[in-house]
Nanobody
Framework: QVQLVESGGGLVQAGGSLRLSCAAS?????????MAWFRQVAGKERLFVAA????????FYADSVKGRFTISRDDAKNTVYLEMNSLKPEDTAIYYC??????????????WGQGTQVTVSS
């Protein structure tokens, strides 16, 4: 059973930074999986943030976070990270880690974490 556990969320002022982590378990290696971050505001759909293909592969981002957020992963630790800089109030959401086929579509990811709240104050 694959499990994903996010951590690192919290309250930060606009312009600040946070680093989210997602620890994966249940497989010997996740190097064959695409790993991604999505976010969701209450009452709205879950939106793609960032994904990458493997440790040294290309990453891709939603336009809204490009240049501010960086996704990375450490396959030796089965952990994926989301470094978030220059945060804006509109980045406030629950952030979810996902594992599956590399895509920007929610439906392409089979495994999800429980989410971590990020709140950016103005």
């Amino acid at each position: 059973q694959v499990q994903l556990v996010e951590s690192g969320g919290g309250l930060v002022q606009a312009g600040g930074s946070l680093r989210l982590s997602c620890a994966a378990s249940g497989r010997t290696s996740f190097s064959g999986y695409g790993m991604a971050w999505f976010r969701q505001v209450a009452g709205k759909e879950r939106l793609f943030v960032a994904a990458n293909r493997w440790s040294f592969g290309a990453a891709f981002y939603a336009d809204s976070v490009k240049g501010r957020f960086t996704i990375s992963r450490d396959d030796a630790k089965n952990t994926v990270y989301l470094e978030m800089n220059s945060l804006k109030p509109e980045d406030t959401a629950i952030y979810y880690c996902a594992a599956g086929a590399v895509s920007s579509l929610v439906s392409d990811y089979a495994y999800w974490g429980q989410g971590t709240q990020v709140t950016v104050s103005s």
